[in-house]
């Protein structure tokens, strides 16, 4: 795999010997003798490496900083002292190589193992990854078809702060873990979780020991049967089917307990937690809760009741916004893209914005749903991580897309200078509207936006939104400050 590689010394001795020896390694490179000549190419194009004697960078200059954070840097010279060279590790640097015979073979072999970390091992991994919701294929079908296909996994399951792990050995289980249950127990607690996230991993290995003696099988049959005791218990709470609420009664004084169980039982109802979640956090097995649970509506301790926190919506006016401002006239669908890097929270959006209207489904550094706004009018939802993969995945969807939610991440600065180049080109490429979501803020709204807009270079026109991921609310007032960037020959929009 070629790559472009930018080689800043003023020795041209040392740069031309680089030259060969990584256009033998089928990268292509350009030599800069001065440290100018650097700079304003590196305004025109991004390189997939530099490779920088130590001359060309200062250390106490932060924007070497903003360099390395988006540029994989090595530092070569054949000395250096040790306090410059830790200054430089903490800029960012990938590797510094100090040597006086061979230094330029040094270098060159040092790039290409930073590059294969970087592009070919990372891309290797991401493959073997999968990400997934529950809402969209449950921990059931993933064991399931494991146990058809023989497979090796490894499964990270993941809700609000709760994980689990499951391993799963030619398609059998072999161990499973909760917080606090091990083998069956843990793995009928997994099954059962209606919402979540989780992450597969394959893995090779000839042999395994397992911790669960049952068969995988019997261990899905199991899990079945608990669901249908589940359904029985609703259904003596009069709810067919649902996540009911508990109220706790009066009691008499002197009311005695039975167990610990009740206890706890009676602690998570207090939290205000659903029966899902009294299921998930009850830290002994799922029927034992039931059971329990049970006998509590038995004693007239608790109540239940149906659920009221019924599923937030659109409301008619944001479907006006939209197909005023944003969609084509008469358009009955369109896709709405939520770029952010990994920490912006650009999954838990596009979970609210789906909510219970649709699953979510994850493949890679991609999440996508559709939601039926009303009966003629159809978002398809693309969450998608700020990464090397990003522009090709964006030239396939672009096609139909209407408008873009760009998410930053206050609490990194680190990743402005580069997020907002990526802003101004996404603009520049595709004429929708923009937003600007900055997630991750202390609660000064109005403070935060100043600070940031001191910090980053927002394309006039845009709204800087602040938005907690996980709010409709929110959600909504992002897409109500949607805005076509503003060009020199454009009148201001005024959609207020």
């Not at 991994?125 to 146990?147: M, P």
């Not at 608790?302 to 009221?308: D, F, G, L, N, P």
């Not at 770029?339 to 550094?365: D, H, M, Y």
């Not at 680190?414 to 937003?435: A, G, I, K, M, W």
């Amino acid at each position: 795999m070629g790559y472009q590689i930018y080689i800043g010394d003023v020795n041209s001795d040392t740069a031309k010997q680089l030259t060969d020896l990584l256009t033998k390694s089928g990268s292509q490179s350009n030599h800069f003798a001065q440290p100018q000549e650097l700079s304003e190419a590196l305004q025109e194009s991004t390189p997939d490496l530099l490779l920088l004697h130590s001359d060309f960078v200062k250390p106490e200059d932060e924007a070497f900083s903003s360099i390395f954070a988006q540029i994989p840097t090595i530092v070569y010279a054949s000395r250096l002292e040790l306090e410059t060279q830790t200054a430089l590790y903490q800029q960012g640097v990938k590797k510094v190589i100090i040597g006086e015979e061979d230094l330029p073979l040094q270098v060159a072999v040092a790039g290409k193992m930073v590059l294969y970390r970087l592009r070919q091992l990372q891309h290797h991994r991401q493959k073997a990854l999968t990400q997934g919701s529950i809402q969209a294929f449950s921990v059931y079908d993933v064991i399931r078809n494991a146990l058809a296909e023989r497979k090796n996994l490894i499964l990270k399951v993941t809700y609000d702060e709760w994980n689990a792990r499951v391993r799963i050995f030619q398609g059998q289980v072999v161990k499973a873990v909760t917080p606090h249950l091990n083998g069956v127990d843990a793995l009928l607690k997994i099954l059962q979780l209606h919402s979540g996230t989780y992450l597969i991993r394959s893995y090779r290995k000839t042999e395994e020991t397992s911790s669960i003696p049952n068969s995988t099988v019997a261990l899905l049959l199991e899990a079945r049967y608990q669901e249908q005791q589940i359904r029985r218990f609703l259904r003596r709470c009069g709810i067919e089917d649902g996540n009911p609420t508990f109220r706790i009664q009066p009691f008499p004084e002197g009311t005695m307990f039975r167990s610990e169980v009740e206890l706890k039982i009676l602690s998570l109802i207090e939290k205000e937690n659903n029966f899902h979640e009294i299921l998930l956090y009850n830290p002994y097995p799922v029927l034992k809760t039931v059971r329990h649970l049970s006998q509590l509506l038995e004693r007239g301790l608790v109540s239940a009741e149906e659920s009221t926190a019924g599923m937030e919506t659109f409301l008619p006016k944001d479907i006006e916004f939209l197909q005023s401002h944003v969609l084509q006239p008469d358009a009955m669908n369109g896709n709405v893209v939520i770029l952010g890097l990994p920490s912006s929270g650009r999954s838990e959006l596009i979970r609210t914005f789906s909510g219970s209207r649709a699953p979510v489904k994850s493949l890679q550094s991609i999440d996508f749903t559709r939601i039926k706004l009303h009966p003629e009018l159809t978002l398809t939802i693309f969450g998608i991580t700020i990464d090397q993969t990003l522009m090709p995945i964006l030239e396939k969807i672009s096609r139909d897309m209407v408008a873009c939610i760009f998410l930053v991440d206050f609490s990194q600065p680190q990743q402005f200078e580069y997020s907002s180049y990526l802003l101004t080109r996404l603009v520049q490429l595709y004429p929708v509207p923009f937003v600007v979501g900055l997630t991750n803020h202390p609660a000064d709204n109005e403070g935060v936006i100043n600070d940031f807009k001191k910090q980053f270079t927002v394309p006039p026109g845009l709204k800087v939104v602040p938005v907690r991921p996980g709010s409709f609310p929110d959600l909504r007032n992002l897409l109500h400050n949607l805005r076509h960037v503003i060009k020199e020959e454009d009148e201001a929009m005024d959609y207020a």
